[in-house]
């Protein structure tokens, strides 16, 4: 009876044992990711930490040391670019141009990318094929065709041709289909035209409420693609009530000389939109992942 009582003490201090090294492995594992993932965060934000304490101080500090702390030239800087460029004007004419493109993305990609999934016709795969042979184009290498065609149509100078080719999106039409294919599932629409809904009145009632969390993603994409858009801007707008906020930013800089106080305060009003905007937009993409984990 010793013997036996003896072999399940020592049993006993062997599994406490075991669960301890479980626990202090399953710790360590938790501090390393945690860790790993404060050192991502904190890699993330110094550049926009950089960027708020570079716009709080003079040109004269920005040129001779490291700066780490905020300063007091905030305003000043801020009125030095009131009184060169008008940065409200741009801030207004981008804000215009972005919605406008990325609602019109949004849509006709969500509207393509349902067409190319759910509908059989011919020459679909040609089609698609053709779709994504665009991505593989570089834009700037079309860009002197697109001003001249711009320029035929007297399209200069206007903002016509930055919101219009929103509407024809290879990666948006690509992304949508996608999450068709994966995402809308041919019961449903089957369903629905059983109930007598024609084919947009289903788009519209069921397959764009299923596609949000996607439709969301794209947004974002596409929204900061346009919003720091540069070199179209830049080569179609000519008149400087025109310009959008990168262009006028970039404005700041003259032949001799560079305003870096005023510049980065220009680039802090430029990122604050996008960071609202992300921040709106990702709340809806993370109901839609924990949705469908429920679902599942």
């Known amino acids: 009876m010793i013997a036996n009582n003896g072999i399940a003490d020592n049993v006993t201090i062997n599994e406490v044992k075991t669960k301890k090294e479980r626990n202090i492995s399953k710790y360590l594992g938790k501090f ?5 993932l404060l050192l991502v965060a904190f890699t993330c934000l110094v550049p926009f930490y950089s960027m708020m304490v570079t716009s709080t101080h003079a040109n004269s500090d920005i ?24 940065i409200w004007r741009g801030f207004a004419n981008t804000l215009f141009i972005t919605i406008t493109s990325t609602a019109l993305n949004l849509y006709f990609s969500a509207l393509a990318g349902y067409g190319f999934s759910k509908f059989d016709y011919k020459g679909k795969n040609i089609l698609f094929l053709a779709v994504l042979g665009t991505m593989m184009i ?9 001003f001249k065609l711009m320029d035929s149509f007297h399209m200069l100078n206007t903002y016509w041709p930055l919101i219009l080719p929103s509407i024809s999106n290879a990666f948006g039409i690509f992304f949508m289909k996608q999450m068709c294919d994966s995402s809308i599932p041919t019961e449903i629409l089957e ?11 289903i788009f519209h ?5 299923l596609l949000m969390p996607a439709v969301a993603t794209l947004g974002i994409f596409s929204f900061i693609g346009k919003w720091n858009d540069f070199l179209t801007p830049m080569i179609i707008l000519f008149d400087n009530e025109l310009q959008t906020l990168p262009v006028m930013i970039a404005s700041v800089k003259s032949q001799f000389s560079t305003d870096f106080g005023a510049m980065y305060v ?31």
């Open 32 to 36: 390393a990711v945690y860790f790993l």
């Open 191 to 201: 369903s629905g035209r059983i109930d007598g809904c024609g084919e947009i009145k």
């Open 63 to 86: 040129a001779r040391k490291l700066l780490l702390l905020p300063g007091s030239e905030f305003l000043e800087n801020y009125h030095r670019l009131i009184d060169t460029v008008p």
């Open 266 to 296: 220009g680039i802090v009003i430029s990122v604050i939109p996008i960071l609202i905007f992300f921040s709106i937009v990702s709340k809806k993409i993370i109901s839609g992942v924990t949705a469908g984990a429920l679902k599942g």
């Open 138 to 146: 570089p834009g700037q290498l079309g860009i002197i065709g697109f």
């Open 205 to 209: 009632r069921l397959v764009l409420p």
